[in-house]
């Protein structure tokens, strides 16, 4: 089980590659007008974590595999489904109605076990020297009291979220943002959030690092050029690693290496097998293939080029709403769980990726954005015409009372 929860994170590596109410009135005013950080007057809550089964591998895998292969139409060679997945979990503590049912559907699992599950999975990681994660939530002083408590408490408990209360009108809060960023994926996610709007009620941030050696490193000095051939045809030379994967598998249309890092942890690639495209590999990738990749027949000599990688900003709303959760980014959307005198939608979802494999080991990072924008309610919708074409009464009325002041007939 060890084995299969530590390849949980190594899924957003390798699938990729083979392609918290407000806060009290006196903190209010201490941090009005300037950045401040809340999860001291929130104390988290005795939420006991709950040990991933096969129910989360399952849930967790398929997300997985349908965010990469959703991602991969629009480009994207590197996503950290753990990352927006993490965000997005968090996000649904405050979701209600269509929206929960849909986001439930998504992601796979009940509430109460997907938080309980990622609680195991964030503690469990910040023991680790491989993997961190953190979480926060950053609120806009405007609508601190609009923003429900019981949702706040809820990141706070189950994701050990930081709450920042800020100005969001200010250049300093958006600096303040992406320098948290910065310091929890070690300096290599940059400028994740672009701008903040007047009318953004909070934004949630997931930030995952791993640092991982090879438990036997590449083969020193033995790197050499050689030649790579891209998915139209083009050929050019790269830097070719040579050493040993300890675990090879054998699939029905590819063959897939496992080279460990120390630590648990472990590197997957599948490579499809001649005549078959990578198209068509990811295309036919599911989630039980990523934990039972195939029959185990010993270990293999490995090639493999060394890679850094930095995305730019990954827009995931159109791969989630392909998904199936669609309603949270419209006017539809229920958050009546997260706020009240407010209704929100998801106005964003960011994705930014970080990866670094040389002879020693890997590094990678990702950082998620959620923001949360406030939208005036949805008009009814219209389901008559009336043409005012012949003569007619009319009235001008005080609502208040329905007493009309003015009676006519325009003839």
């Not at 994170?9 to 009005?32: N, P, R, Y």
């Not at 903040?196 to 995952?208: A, F, H, K, Q, R």
């Not at 030379?237 to 590819?254: C, D, H, P």
């Amino acid at each position: 089980m060890r084995k299969i929860i530590a390849l949980i994170l190594v899924l957003a590596f390798a699938a990729s590659i083979t392609a918290c109410g407000s806060a009290e009135q006196d903190e209010k005013e201490k941090s009005k007008g300037k950045t401040g950080e809340l999860t001291a007057s929130m104390t988290a809550g005795t939420s006991q974590p709950k040990t991933p089964d096969e129910a989360f591998l399952q849930a967790y895998g398929t997300f997985a595999v349908n965010l990469f292969k959703e991602t991969r139409k629009s480009g994207a060679s590197f996503v950290s489904p753990y990352s927006a997945y993490a965000a997005l979990a968090m996000v649904l503590n405050g979701a209600d109605g269509q929206t929960l049912s849909e986001m439930l559907t998504v992601l796979g699992l009940s509430e109460k076990d997907m938080n309980e599950f990622l609680l195991f999975m964030a503690e469990r990681y910040n023991k680790e020297t491989v993997v961190s994660v953190a979480n926060s939530v950053w609120m806009n002083q405007k609508f601190a009291d609009s923003i429900k408590k019981s949702f706040l408490q809820a990141c706070v408990d189950y994701y050990r979220a930081s709450v920042f209360s800020a100005d969001f009108g200010k250049q300093k809060t958006l600096h303040d943002m992406n320098k948290w960023v910065e310091e929890k994926t070690l300096e290599r996610i940059h400028e994740l959030v672009t701008h903040l709007e007047d009318s953004t009620v909070m934004i949630l941030i997931n930030c995952l690092t791993f640092d991982g050696k090879w438990k036997t490193p590449f083969t020193e000095g033995a790197t050499r050029e050689h030649a790579f051939t891209g998915r139209n045809g083009t050929v050019r030379n790269v830097q070719m690693m040579s050493g040993e994967a300890e675990i090879y598998y054998l699939g029905q249309n590819y063959e897939a290496i496992e080279k460990q890092y120390e630590n648990g942890f472990a590197f997957r690639a599948y490579l499809p097998k001649e005549g078959i495209s990578i198209d068509d590999l990811v295309a036919g990738l599911t989630a039980e293939q990523l934990v039972n990749p195939g029959e185990y027949d010993g270990k293999a000599i490995l090639f493999m080029p060394k890679i850094h990688y930095e995305s730019d900003p990954m827009d995931l709303i159109p791969p989630l709403a392909a998904m199936g959760m669609g309603s949270a980014f419209g006017t539809n959307a229920d958050f009546s769980r997260m706020t009240e005198n407010c209704p929100v939608m998801i106005s964003e979802v960011i994705q930014k990726t970080f990866l670094d494999i040389d002879e020693e080991g890997t590094k990678a990072a990702a950082a998620t954005e959620i923001g949360m924008k406030c939208y005036a309610a949805a008009p009814e919708p219209i389901n008559h015409i009336v043409t005012l074409d012949r003569p007619f009464l009319y009235m001008i009325i005080d609502e208040t009372t329905q007493t009309p002041l003015f009676i006519g007939v325009y003839e």
